[in-house]
């Protein structure tokens, strides 16, 4: 015969514990607010930006390709070679890789200097 739960103190403890997760907490928030701007409720701000997703394209950022591209390039040098690839993409990988001895990013080579600078215009 099964146990009939009928008072919270028969629910397990661990999942009496569990709490909403501050994700859904910023989530809840964030459509609060926005619903509060919607009807008028005066705020020092015009809209709500929730990144509480992780997801920065979903707030409508750009996606970082060019970082994500120079890194893949660095990992894989061979894709130096990769016409497909921004050519800014390349000179910058490049440059990273001729700073690195060896060039390659791995660090089981053995490094002859110590501290190099590598200076980069800023866009």
Same mark, same amino acid.
């Given at each position: 015969?099964?146990? =009939?739960?009928?008072?919270?103190?028969?629910?397990?403890?661990?999942?009496?514990?569990?709490?909403? /997760?501050?994700?859904?907490?910023?989530?809840?928030?964030?459509?609060?607010?926005?619903?509060?701007?919607?009807?008028?409720?005066?705020k020092?701000?015009?809209? =709500?930006? #929730?990144?509480?997703s992780?997801?920065?394209?979903?707030?409508?950022?750009?996606?970082? /390709?060019?970082?994500?591209?120079?890194?893949?390039?660095?990992?894989?040098?061979?894709?130096?070679?990769?016409?497909?690839?921004?050519?800014?993409?390349?000179?910058?990988?490049?440059?990273?890789?001729?700073?690195? #001895?060896?060039? /390659?990013?791995?660090? #089981?080579?053995?490094?002859?200097?110590?501290?190099?600078?590598?200076?980069?215009?800023?866009?």
């Amino acid at each position: 015969m099964q146990k =009939v739960m009928t008072s919270l103190q028969d629910v397990n403890p661990r999942v009496r514990g569990i709490r909403v /997760s501050s994700q859904s907490a910023l989530q809840s928030l964030a459509e609060k607010t926005t619903r509060e701007i919607t009807q008028g409720v005066p705020k020092p701000f015009k809209k =709500v930006i #929730d990144v509480s997703s992780g997801d920065p394209q979903r707030a409508g950022m750009k996606p970082n /390709s060019f970082v994500r591209q120079v890194l893949a390039v660095c990992l894989c040098p061979e894709l130096l070679r990769e016409e497909g690839l921004p050519l800014d993409v390349r000179l910058r990988a490049q440059r990273l890789l001729e700073a690195c #001895d060896g060039e /390659s990013v791995g660090k #089981d080579k053995k490094t002859k200097t110590k501290n190099k600078k590598i200076i980069f215009p800023t866009v």
